[in-house]
């Protein structure tokens, strides 16, 4: 069994990669217009997309610039930490400001993106919350000023 069939339990066939790879040109196509790409039928192509959905594979949503709607502050926030690194990952994952949880190696364990409010909101999170989490031993934060792309159609392999 491959990594990915573990993560999710699907096997991706060329079909649903060419499903998933139209999603990520334009969420808002059709079932319809993507069966006539893919050799499906609509229903047949509604049916493996709400199983790439079901899975967690992927996610069909509105990607949006937060600072222009009315967000004050988005940051990344670097964590460093002692012992298993999976429990802090899945407390950071559990705020409901951030929305994008990595474990990596370097300078950090962790990786986690905020979205806030205010600067106080910020603060708050990082000072009372993150900082409060057992294991967490440092964090660095990384203000976003601006930005510049945000794009999620690199394909499927």
């Not at 969420?27 to 609509?42: Q, T």
């Not at 959905?53 to 988005?74: C, H, I, K, N, W």
């Amino acid at each position: 069994m491959t990594r990915k069939q573990e993560r999710t339990g699907l096997n991706l066939d060329e079909v649903s990669k060419a499903i998933i790879e139209q999603l990520q040109q334009d969420g808002r196509r059709s079932y319809a217009a993507i069966g006539k790409v893919v050799g499906l039928s609509e229903a047949a192509v509604r049916q493996r997309v709400q199983r790439l959905v079901d899975s967690g594979v992927m996610q069909v949503v509105a990607v949006t610039d937060p600072l222009e709607l009315g967000f004050a502050r988005q940051a990344m926030v670097g964590v460093r930490c002692t012992g298993q690194l999976e429990p802090v990952a899945d407390a950071l994952a559990e705020l409901e400001e951030i929305d994008y949880v990595v474990i990596t190696a370097g300078s950090y364990d962790l990786l986690a993106e905020v979205v806030c409010e205010s600067d106080e909101a910020l603060l708050d999170l990082i000072s009372h919350r993150i900082r409060n989490i057992p294991g967490v031993v440092a964090t660095e934060t990384f203000m976003y000023l601006k930005l510049r792309k945000q794009t999620y159609s690199w394909g499927v392999r």
